[in-house]
């Protein structure tokens, strides 16, 4: 059974930049793409940005030039990077399987999600 | 800038129907765009509900239903029960290869 697990929450101080992992288990990495999404406190779902088995990127124009999403697939591992943290970057940040057959562009596996506190 | 509309809140009494939307600013939406929906309770990951349109995750009972209705996607709760008591979000998938979300409905069960 597919499952997916994110690192631990952090702290960051504005302007530094944060990088948070998912574990995949229970299916290949090269088999499926990752979603990364975004919650603010009281606020809705933001996509972030995607990366397809292959590596293959795409990045929401709100984040483009502070996101970087990797994987590596040795390690079952997909990482989302952000840069220049400001206060408004306080999430929780979750990371989602894309659901199979991948021509359907949804997602379908969710990890619980890693708090991120941007604070002074 | 692609905005995907929700309706905010929506209200239903246990047992009865209710038909939440999605739609887009910049037009109708159709089953190109391979709505999707998702279902959240506080402090908890999102569950998908539907994907491309109308079809049911694994394990989602099927008084949970999609379609498009008009120029909008819509998700319908039959015989709704108290703890569907959630916010459901909307997906939209883009042709420039995005994926937008709408800004969910608090649905409440009373």
């Known amino acids: 059974q597919a499952q997916i697990v994110q690192s631990g929450a952090e702290v960051k101080k504005p302007g530094a930049s944060v990088k948070v992992s998912c574990k995949a288990s229970?299916?290949?990495?090269?088999?499926?793409?990752m979603h990364w999404v975004r919650q603010a406190p009281g606020q809705r779902l933001e996509w972030m940005g995607w990366?397809?088995?292959?590596?293959?990127?795409k990045y929401s124009q709100n984040f483009q030039g502070r996101v970087t999403i990797t994987t590596d697939t040795s390690a079952s591992t997909v990482y989302m990077e952000l840069n220049n943290l400001t206060f408004a970057d306080t999430a929780v940040y979750y990371c989602?399987?894309?659901?199979?057959?991948?021509?359907?562009?949804?997602?379908?596996?969710w990890g619980k999600g890693t708090t991120i506190t941007v604070s002074s | 800038q692609t905005v995907v509309t929700q309706e905010p809140s929506f209200s239903v009494s246990p047992g009865g129907t209710v038909t939440l939307t999605c739609g887009l600013t910049s037009g109708p939406v159709s089953t190109s765009y391979y709505p999707s929906w998702y279902q959240q309770t506080p402090g908890q990951a999102p569950r998908t509900l539907i994907y491309?349109?109308?079809i049911r995750s694994s394990g989602v009972p099927d008084r949970f239903s999609g379609s498009i209705r008009g120029n909008k996607a819509a998700l319908t709760i039959t015989g709704a029960q108290a703890d569907d008591e959630s916010d459901y979000y909307c997906?939209?998938?883009?042709?420039?290869?995005?994926?937008?979300f709408g800004g969910g409905t608090k649905l409440t069960v009373l």
């Open positions: 491309n349109t109308n």
């Open positions: 990366i397809s088995g292959h590596g293959h990127t």
């Open positions: 997906v939209l998938y883009m042709s420039s290869g995005i994926w937008v």
């Open positions: 989602a399987r894309e659901g199979p057959p991948y021509f359907y562009h949804y997602m379908d596996v």
């Open positions: 229970g299916y290949k990495l090269i088999n499926n793409g």
